[in-house]
């Protein structure tokens, strides 16, 4: 779901560098200029062989014990103290005064001290898209028995537990590995988990002292794990749901909806309110998720791009990954913009958001007999196919912005009984609805603004809407100025699908390069993300809104949060088939058996262009391939420390980041040339370099005596040379390197800073041409 704040920013067309300026004035407004008699949460890192520590029966004493030397001896300073972290990081999180801060900085043990930092969230059809409806002894969903035995933990805004989706009929038993809870709150009780959902927790300690209050929204704010929002039992039912027969949306959509994972078990972690989800909440439950048990963990939320070293979601996968727990996370919603990609840490899988060939459309028919791609969910199959023709109209200007509907800006003579044309940006596209109905509006036209172009992402309105590209908008606008009376009408087309190319890349969806680690091409890949169906709560109407009084068991809704529980899912699955791999062997699979066509079987599109790398990443999922990749790419903890030092983080830095307390110099040394064993490769050429090569290692997890020739597609100004040329695997589990060079041979222009180009490189079967294991290449030039 798009958040507020980067609706704000990136659907306005402004600059990247007026971005960057806003973006870094609000980092200085929050973090620099707090009043210093003002209690602000910080999460404070400690060693975790603090030289202090012994003196202590519990870690828990020992962290009290830090705020007892700086905050008064009047005051119970455990009173301050908010979380205790011992699995995700060692430290804690309190209530200090910015006066306070400094007195704890100098005491023994204390590694970094980070502000809490607010982030945002981010079917009954997509896992057919993605050819998991094979039936019968064969296929993905057969070969992992649908994720049976495979725990997936959700850090999301709860759950809905009485949603069919979480039925438990036909699952197995608990796993004996299980060692969390179905902690009990506002209505929620232990019955309310099953053999399905097996766990549920809430955190909200983080969020309660930020917050004024609990909720400012009109809809209830449960104080439990049950989900008050819809975002969290969407994005569960997406990962793990069970089959649930003839689901829909108020008739529109109809199927069976599954998750990717339908067998797998699932656990939710509440740690987003209605205010935002706060970095200390989230390491606490990313805390007990380890302890827990789970096997993937799913986070549909983030944010900016920051440094590694600040980042509490960066810091807190790495331990997860240590203990063999994939980590899945959202590319965010601030695309199309270079450098928008959230949630680059290596060891995470960076999922961005695609289109599937599912369409709802709903037809304008201008007063003229000119029509008007759209499509809308409503009305559903109770309500008559067509709208009425009706008077169009587009309210401009005034201090109010009437063309974006905001509550109270339609004056109701203006549109009382019309059909209203709103501009899509700022404020909610169902709230747009809904100011129309307030103002006595009869149908709402949702038009793109040239930020969105043609996307067609659609919502279940209030009241009868349809939602237009662009390009359609440009023509609706010069007809209304066209003629003195305009008219309208909208001409509904129920469910269609497998009659339009996809998948094509998410407008929203972050893009690359990293903007703090570009050496990694980011996001990995994508996956389905534009019109998901998925479950949804009863305390809400399909459209989220309070107003809203319909009731249903299954609405849709689109984002990079739809996307990452679909690679989730598909992570259980291979985790099912392969349980001893290694969360970097999981992505491996997932990243090299990606499609870069779509289903005509031309290249996958982004927006009018085909997409590059750093739209799609590896390209988009396939888990029928991904179950049997034949080679994957591994990588070890260890290996990820190596990479930060080549990048040029301090030893304090690190330490942060993977609690190991290193020498650079020293690991720089005995791995002279090192590259991180990445699947796919990114080349960067400084002023003044003209080579450049990587070394990657394969591992066979196919036949034994397998031979895999490369063929690789050289990015434009690039020369490739690659030794050895022929792998030859004798046994399974054998791993054989190779090198790649890679030398410049393009022209800059004077007025050039920065260029990229883009190729790949695959190792084919020389038997039975599949597998084919492809790498995709990114190269950027930097000239200053």
């Not at 900016?304 to 070293?309: A, G, H, M, T, V």
Request: glycine residues 8%; proline residues 5%.
């Amino acid at each position: 779901m798009h958040n507020l704040l980067p609706g704000i920013l990136f659907e306005l067309n402004v600059s990247m560098e007026a971005k960057s300026h806003l973006f870094f004035s609000i980092l200085l407004f929050n973090f620099v200029f707090l009043h210093a008699n003002t209690l602000q949460t910080y999460i404070v890192q400690l060693h975790p062989h603090g030289k202090t520590r012994s003196s202590f029966a519990t870690e828990f004493h020992w962290h009290i014990s830090f705020l007892e030397q700086i905050i008064s001896t009047e005051e119970d300073s455990s009173s301050r103290l908010i979380y205790s972290y011992h699995s995700s990081m060692e430290g804690f999180a309190a209530q200090l005064y910015e006066s306070e801060l400094e007195l704890l900085q100098k005491l023994p043990d204390v590694i970094a001290i980070r502000p809490d930092r607010r982030l945002q969230v981010q079917t009954t059809y997509s896992y057919k898209f993605l050819g998991l409806n094979r039936t019968g002894e064969e296929g993905a969903w057969y070969e992992s028995r649908f994720g049976r035995g495979t725990i997936i933990g959700v850090l999301d805004t709860g759950v809905w537990p009485e949603s069919p989706s979480f039925n438990d009929q036909g699952m197995p038993p608990v796993p004996k590995k299980w060692r969390g809870i179905c902690q009990e709150g506002q209505d929620f009780d232990s019955y309310n988990c099953n053999k399905k959902l097996i766990g549920a927790r809430f955190f909200n300690k983080g969020h309660r002292v930020a917050s004024t209050s609990i909720s400012s929204n009109t809809i209830q704010e449960y104080l439990s794990a049950r989900d008050s929002h819809g975002h969290g039992t969407h994005t569960s039912s997406t990962a793990g749901g069970a089959s649930v027969q003839m689901a829909s949306v108020l008739g529109i959509g109809a199927g069976i909806a599954r998750g990717m994972a339908p067998g797998a078990h699932i656990a939710v972690y509440k740690v987003c309110w209605f205010n935002g989800c706060y970095s200390s909440d989230i390491l606490a439950a990313m805390d007990f998720a380890i302890i827990d048990g789970v096997d993937v963990l799913s986070l549909s939320l983030g944010g900016f791009s920051i440094p590694l070293f600040a980042d509490s979601i960066a810091i807190g996968s790495f331990r997860a990954v240590e203990h063999g727990i994939s980590v899945i996370c959202a590319a965010g919603n601030n695309g199309p913009l270079q450098n928008s990609v959230a949630n680059e840490a290596p060891w995470i899988a960076t999922v961005g958001a695609s289109t599937i060939d599912r369409k709802f459309p709903a037809i304008v028919q201008l007063g003229n007999g000119q029509f008007l791609y759209g499509e809308s969910m409503y009305p559903g199959n109770k309500f008559s196919n067509t709208v009425k023709e009706l008077e169009l109209v587009y309210v401009t200007g005034g201090d109010m912005v009437s063309e974006f509907c905001f509550r109270g800006s339609l004056p109701r003579a203006k549109v009382r009984g019309k059909m209203v044309v709103c501009d899509r940006g700022v404020n909610g596209r169902a709230e747009k609805g809904q100011a129309v109905k307030e103002s006595g509006g009869a149908a709402m036209i949702l038009a793109n603004t040239e930020i969105n172009l043609e996307e067609d992402t659609v919502d279940v309105h209030v009241l009868p809407a349809t939602s237009i590209g662009f390009s359609e908008s440009v023509s609706l606008k010069a007809y209304i100025n066209s003629t003195s009376k305009p008219r309208a009408r909208i001409l509904f087309g129920g469910t269609v699908t497998g009659k339009s190319r996809a998948p094509a890349v998410a407008q929203f969806s972050g893009r690359g390069p990293s903007f703090i680690n570009p050496s990694i091409l980011k996001p990995d890949m994508i996956a389905p993300g534009v019109n998901i169906i998925a479950a949804w709560p009863q305390n809400l109407g399909p459209s989220g809104l309070p107003e809203d009084s319909r009731r249903v068991n299954f609405t849709v809704l689109s984002g990079t949060s739809m996307a990452c529980p679909h690679v989730s899912g598909i992570a259980a699955l291979i985790h099912s088939v392969h349980p001893k791999w290694t969360p970097a062997a999981v992505k491996s699979a997932i990243m090299t058996t990606a499609d870069v066509t779509d289903n005509s079987g031309n290249a996958i599109m982004d927006g009018e262009k085909p997409a590059g790398v750093f739209a799609m990443g590896a390209g988009h999922v396939n888990p029928e391939r991904a179950m049997n990749p034949g080679l994957i790419y591994d990588i070890k903890p260890e290996d990820y420390v190596i990479h930060l030092c080549t990048l040029g983080y301090t030893r304090s830095e690190i330490f942060t980041i993977t609690q190991r307390n290193i020498s650079c110099n020293e690991l720089l040394q005995t791995n002279k040339g090192f590259s991180l064993n990445y699947p796919s490769i990114s080349v960067i050429f400084k002023h003044g370099m003209t080579s450049n090569m990587i070394k990657r290692q394969l591992t066979n997890v196919g036949s034994p005596n397998s031979i895999y020739s490369v063929e690789v597609t050289a990015p434009e100004g690039v020369k490739v040379r690659v030794k050895p040329r022929r792998l030859v695997f004798r046994h399974i589990n054998q791993s054989l390197s190779y090198r790649v060079w890679f030398i410049s041979r393009k022209k800059t222009t004077v007025k050039e800073t920065v260029s990229f180009a883009q190729g790949h490189l695959t190792w084919v079967h020389s038997q039975n041409k599949l597998p084919r294991v492809r790498s995709p290449i990114s190269v950027i030039w930097k000239y200053k």
